[in-house]
């Protein structure tokens, strides 16, 4: 299992190394959004929490779902800007069917079939399709999903508001902070670049990265199946301080591939567990299918059908890898209405080793 960047043609100079600011922002909300999956910020965490705007924070709530389980195409530049403002001109210049479906990918889940779709702008079918996969998501999901449809350019003004306060309540001084950290990794990234080529560089990124230099494609290890194409126009690789331990990858047809790595390395001790438990768990998570829910889950609670729409599967086929899961404690389950969603337990796959999950959370 893998994703694939096709880089046939592209000569070296066009892979672009750089930092941004945008995505470093966003990867901080990410943080913010989701402490559990980044222990090392928990003290970053609360004192930032404590400090913000009881406004600011409610907006920030209001908008997480395009940094929270993924992030937002348009979030990750393909050409990143020297300012957050510069990057988010850029975003601006977008049209309002890309922005709302790159949206709506984030925000309704992992379909990404959203984009092979017409525009939900424009075309009813792919407009339900995107709101029922709202509607398995909660009440705040679906209303963000709503005015989106409803008032593209009144939502995403108010999301271009709430990222630039970021900047006073936040993320200037933080930015501040890792800005030299991020220039010195880009400094090691060009030298070696320029002297050792594609494959070390590459190599440096992360062990999870390398070069199938007779197929000219970058392989990246990740729990799943996609493929795109740099197409010739190349790829951006964006260095990260809070991203860690995911990498994040912009692969959409009709997008520049964009690659958001971590330079900090934290690690930490997987928690004891007993051997009938790892046994237990292993076996389950021994099969590729359940490998792949797994991941699917790591990003946030899905229900049954959503589970078999992202991975071509049908109800049954799921529901039967779902109690294997479950029997192994790997699994926890909530009701929303009609929906019964799934959520992974990110301690019990923790407590197998830092390795696992960080593959899993990939």
């Known amino acids: 299992m893998s994703l694939t960047v096709d880089i046939a043609g592209v000569p070296p100079e066009r892979m672009l190394f750089a930092a941004s600011p945008l995505a ?16 090392e910020h928990h003290a970053w965490v609360a004192d930032t929490r404590a400090a913000l ?59 990404r079939l959203l984009f092979a779709l017409p525009s939900p702008l424009t075309d009813r079918v792919t ?35 709430t990222l630039e306060d970021c900047g006073p309540a936040f993320f200037s001084a933080n930015w501040a902070r890792i800005k030299p950290r991020l220039a010195a990794d880009l400094r090691l990234k060009a030298d070696l670049l320029a002297r050792r080529g594609v494959a070390e560089t590459l190599a440096s990124v992360s062990r999870a990265i390398e070069l199938d230099e007779a197929k000219q494609r970058i392989v990246i290890d990740k729990l799943q199946d996609n493929a795109t194409t740099a197409a010739g126009d190349g790829v951006t690789f964006i260095p990260t301080v809070f991203g ?67 991975w071509d599967l049908t109800a049954p086929e799921v529901s039967r890898h779902l109690a294997v899961l479950r029997t192994a404690g790997l699994l926890t389950t ?18 197998l080793g830092p390795d696992l999950m960080t593959a899993v959370l990939r």
Not at 260 to 266: G, H, I
């Open 53 to 111: 705007e009881p406004e600011l924070a409610e907006r920030l709530l209001e908008a997480e779902y395009l940094w929270r389980a993924s992030r937002a195409d348009f979030l990750l530049p393909a050409r990143p800007g020297a300012t957050l403002e510069a990057e988010l001109d850029a975003v601006d210049r977008l049209d309002d069917a890309t922005y709302v479906s790159a949206a709506l990918v984030a925000t309704c889940g992992s379909d």
């Open 127 to 161: 407009r339900e399709r995107a709101l029922d996969l709202a509607h398995a998501r909660g009440p705040r999901q679906v209303s963000f999903a709503e005015r989106l449809l409803a008032d593209p350019p009144l939502v995403r003004a108010r999301v271009r508001r």
């Open 24 to 39: 470093e922002l966003t990867a901080m909300l990410h943080v913010l959004a989701e402490p559990a999956h980044h222990p």
């Open 244 to 310: 860690r331990p995911h990498l994040v990858v912009v692969h959409a047809h009709g997008w520049r591939p964009v690659l958001q790595y971590p330079v900090a390395v934290v690690g930490g001790d997987p928690e004891p567990a007993p051997l009938k438990s790892i046994r237990l768990r292993l076996e389950a998570l021994s099969h590729p299918v359940r490998l792949r829910l797994v991941r699917t889950l790591a990003l946030g609670a899905h229900t049954t059908g959503e589970l078999a729409s992202a």
């Open 334 to 351: 909530q009701r929303r209405g009609r929906y019964v969603l799934y959520d992974l337990d990110t301690a019990t796959i923790a407590s």
